[in-house]
């Protein structure tokens, strides 16, 4: 079965530090771009960030996690997965994280900056896993 898979959500204390993970199965997520989007209750679908297949580079919506960013995207591609870190947590960071992946998008920041209906038409979207930050 093809799909993606995400994992490592969870109740955490503001400040720390959270790491996701992205795994695919019946696919080689290394030819794939791939991107972690959020969600946060009543709110739009936002990027984290994203990553390329090549390279690989990665881009960060520092407008949102700051220029000194708190969020780190890497891939492990013997696991065949992409994981997400996010330091220094906030209760904004609240949601559902989902991650996609996409064959053809090109660069990292260009994954990141699709609008709703192109992200729509990504290759393949996990199912999301809760994020919730609270003391």
């Known amino acids: 079965q093809l799909r993606l898979v995400e994992s490592g959500g969870g109740l955490v204390q503001p400040g720390e530090s959270l790491t996701l993970s992205c795994t695919a199965s019946?696919?080689?997520?290394?030819?794939?771009?791939v991107g972690w989007f959020y969600q946060a209750p009543g709110k739009e679908r936002t990027a984290v960030g994203c990553i390329s297949a090549e390279d690989p580079s990665t881009y960060v919506h520092d407008s949102t996690y700051g220029v000194n960013s708190r969020v780190t995207i890497s891939r492990d591609n013997a696991k065949n997965t992409v994981y997400l870190r996010m330091d220094s947590v906030k209760p904004e960071d609240t949601g559902v994280y989902r991650c996609t992946a996409d064959r053809g998008v090109g660069s990292a920041r260009a994954m990141c900056s699709m609008g709703p209906q192109t992200l729509a038409g990504y290759d393949y979207w996990g199912q999301g896993t809760q994020v919730t930050v609270s003391s």
């Open positions: 019946g696919f080689t997520l290394a030819d794939y771009g």
